[in-house]
């Protein structure tokens, strides 16, 4: 399955970037967003290697005004009768070194908006521009797992991945009558800012395996939990 409209948040670096790469490479138009377009070195590069296939525009997940803005500059790009078959939420913060007895409210407020509020209410804002049968792609982490937690962690992050996945549960309901498809994915513990020098993917490598387990989505796979391998985990 390819997709000829996508739309990719936090598009300028980490998994964000590689989705933007290997869906150019796949043939699809591209709408990459992140909140500062200016900035965006590498995907402004991109850009001018894909003229007219590859679109740069502004948007912080976390503000519904950014959501409207770019809810509203959306059909410039796609056309009149242009639709989404692919979102994928990708952008995600996470605040690490939080410690049992030192936690404050200001990073679970930031990684509620950011990873849990800012997907849901992207998918209301562009809604009526998604495509019959198109595919939203929710990049949750094991982290949001309730079912696989065996330690402390990083409760900002869990919490609001957690918080994420009833979203991704929720909107498959909300969606399911136009054939949409939801899913939750987990891309393994990827090379990128948040995943450290450490981990043991290559962004290429969750990202290529990501697209694939999306590619292969039935209907029936709404509002499922899945890793890079297309592999389900407990909730
Ligand atoms: P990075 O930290 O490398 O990149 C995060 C991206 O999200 C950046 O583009 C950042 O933009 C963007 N972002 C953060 N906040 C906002 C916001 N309010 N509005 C718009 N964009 C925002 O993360 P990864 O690429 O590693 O992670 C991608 C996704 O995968 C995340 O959802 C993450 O939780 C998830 N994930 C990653 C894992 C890993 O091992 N790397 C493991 C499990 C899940 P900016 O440059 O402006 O900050």
């Known amino acids: 399955m390819s997709f000829r409209h996508a739309l990719v948040t936090g598009a300028n670096r ?39 296939r590859l679109h740069v525009l502004p948007l912080d997940v976390a503000t519904p005004k950014s959501q409207d803005e770019l809810a509203r ?34 990073n679970l407020e ?10 849901l209410l992207l998918v209301q804002a562009l809604a009526p521009l998604l495509a019959g049968g198109a595919r939203v792609a929710n990049l949750s982490s094991e982290l949001g797992s309730i079912g696989a937690t065996s330690r402390f962690g990083t409760p900002s992050y869990n919490m609001s991945k957690a918080a994420q996945n009833m979203a991704t549960a ?48 039935a209907p029936d796979d709404s509002g499922r939990f899945l890793d890079w391998r297309g592999r389900p985990l407990p909730w």
């Open 170 to 217: 929720l909107l498959a309901h909300a969606l399911r009558e136009r054939g949409i498809v939801v899913v939750a994915l987990h891309p393994g513990w990827v090379r990128t800012d948040m995943g450290g020098e450490g981990a043991s993917l290559a962004p290429a490598e969750s990202a290529a395996g990501l697209l694939r387990a999306i590619a292969g989505l």
């Open 73 to 106: 500059e959306l059909p410039l790009v796609l056309g009149e009768d242009g639709r989404l078959d692919l979102l994928v939420n990708n952008a995600g913060v996470l605040h690490s070194g939080e410690r049992f007895g030192r936690l404050g409210l200001a």
């Open 14 to 52: 980490g998994l964000g970037l590689e989705f933007v790469r290997q869906l150019l490479a796949a043939g699809s138009h591209v709408v990459a967003t992140c909140r500062h377009p200016g900035r965006a070195t590498a995907l402004n590069t991109l850009a001018g290697e894909h003229p007219g």
């Open 110 to 119: 930031d990684s509620f908006r950011t990873n849990a509020a800012g997907p």
